[in-house]
């Protein structure tokens, strides 16, 4: 798998299929988008392309806020590689993608940079300046450019809960190891687990 800074590419990609989203534990409801992103590639022999920021935007815009990391990011890394992603394409979250709103961001990266040729996403998911951009935004942009969109469900438990990184983090602090494996597909390991309790603590200091 190529890991790839956006900034730094000179070059478009080939033609590709993208996932987006933070991935933060790359859990089940990721693991989704990713084999939705191979099965659109596969066909047309598309790149499997995962887009993320370098960093958590709500962690970025809000300092004070103690959430942990769930994977770091070599394990990250790992993971992608196993899902079948053949490129992780990471944006810094700086000022200048802060404030770019979405059409931008689809424009400038996702089309220009990293070769879109479908774009698949979570029910949930927004990105651009304040938010400004979440499927239905998304599927406009899309239709505009005869780009494939794809959104893709939430994921859920059995008892309906939605799979989502907090939810990881929750079940984690409460002790619930066994939920905490359903939503990841994988049982927490050591790391994720004492930066999640370490969180909470550094969490409980500051009010």
């Given at each position: 798998?190529?890991?790839?800074?956006?900034?730094?590419?000179?070059?478009r990609l080939p033609a590709s299929?993208?996932?987006l989203g933070y991935f933060d534990g790359v859990h089940r409801g990721h693991l989704a988008l990713i084999a939705a992103a191979r099965t659109i590639a596969g066909p047309h022999g598309w790149t499997v392309c995962a887009h993320a920021l370098d960093r958590s935007p709500a962690q970025a815009l809000h300092p004070e806020r103690q959430v942990p990391q769930l994977t770091a990011p070599d394990e990250k890394i790992r993971l992608f590689g196993q899902a079948g992603v053949d490129v992780l394409a990471i944006t810094p979250f700086d000022?200048?993608?802060?404030?770019?709103?979405?059409?931008?961001?689809?424009?400038?990266?996702?089309?220009?940079?990293?070769?879109?040729?479908?774009?698949?996403v979570g029910d949930d998911h927004r990105f651009g300046y304040m938010g400004d951009t979440g499927s239905a935004e998304l599927a406009q942009l899309c239709a505009g450019r005869g780009i494939l969109l794809k959104v893709v469900p939430r994921v859920r438990l059995s008892d309906g809960s939605v799979i989502s990184s907090s939810g990881i983090r929750s079940a984690i602090i409460e002790g619930d190891f066994?939920?905490?494996?359903?939503?990841?597909?994988?049982?927490?390991?050591d790391a994720m687990i004492r930066?999640?309790?370490?969180?909470?603590?550094?969490?409980?200091?500051?009010?």
């Open positions: 798998m190529r890991v790839i800074n956006t900034d730094e590419l000179s070059e299929a993208i996932c000022d200048r993608v802060r404030r770019m709103p979405g059409r931008v961001f689809f424009e400038k990266i996702l089309l220009d940079k990293l070769g879109a040729r479908a774009i698949i066994h939920r905490a494996q359903e939503m990841l597909g994988r049982a927490p390991d930066r999640c309790l370490s969180g909470q603590r550094e969490a409980g200091q500051t009010l």
